[in-house]
């Protein structure tokens, strides 16, 4: 089968960094996406990567490798307002997405 | 650009009820899906659409029809909801098939069967 593990919750100080973990089991494996969601809204693009190492997006990184099957996001800077759910995504040949159950994140001041 | 747009926001239905979720976006895109998003949980594919003509199952189709006879709109239809359909339903698009890992999502549509 597909699946994606990732923790239920972290928890991080403002300003702090924090890194949300990502293993994976797919099929035709081609990428692994991040995605934001925040309490009652819609999840938002983050990042992707198709291939092995880290991307850099402003405060935000992600990083893949690909012979171990996981992945992280890397959250610099922490902010209030980065509190929300994230969820890794494995794309399979474009055509399908599997998510994984999404980690909460909870930023204290 | 409005983006991606659902209708209705939210929706209470009978146990045996049918209806359709509303789905459209302005962008062009090629690929759209429909997602469910039960608590605690990651979303999980309905139904997906390379184009307009073109559709095919995902991970839980059952109870779900889907049709695309343009590429702006794809709409979900519910054949006879059971509680089980309770949910928030999101449709997304992306550019093309090769870039469905950038998916934009709608608001989504909170679905309650009773």
């Known amino acids: 089968g597909q699946s994606l593990e990732q923790p239920s919750e972290v928890t991080a100080v403002e300003g702090a960094i924090v890194q949300i973990n990502c293993t994976y089991q797919t099929s035709g494996f081609y990428g692994l996406s991040w995605y934001q969601q925040h309490d009652g809204g819609a999840p938002t693009f983050l990042s992707y990567n198709a291939l092995d190492g880290l991307e850099e997006t402003g405060r935000f990184s992600s990083f893949l490798s690909r012979s171990d099957s996981y992945g992280y996001l890397l959250l610099q800077e922490l902010q209030m307002k980065d509190s929300a759910s994230y969820f890794c995504a494995s794309n399979t040949g474009g055509f399908k997405t599997i998510f994984g159950a999404g980690t909460r994140l909870f930023v204290k001041a | 650009n409005a983006g991606v747009t659902q209708t209705p926001k939210f929706q209470v239905l009978k146990t045996g009820q049918s209806m359709t979720l509303q789905c459209a976006q302005d962008?062009?895109?090629?690929?759209m899906s429909w997602y469910r998003q039960d608590p605690g949980m990651g979303l999980r594919l309905i139904h997906y659409?390379?184009?307009?003509?073109?559709?095919d199952q995902g991970e839980v189709p059952n109870g779900y029809n889907v049709s695309r006879s343009t590429t702006e709109d794809f709409p979900l239809r519910l054949l006879s909801a059971a509680p089980s359909q309770t949910s928030v339903y999101f449709c997304?698009?992306?550019?093309?098939?090769?870039?469905?890992?950038?998916?934009?999502f709608g608001p989504g549509t909170r679905l309650t069967v009773t």
């Open positions: 997304a698009s992306s550019y093309s098939r090769d870039r469905a890992y950038e998916q934009y």
């Open positions: 962008m062009n895109h090629e690929y």
């Open positions: 659409s390379v184009g307009a003509g073109i559709t």
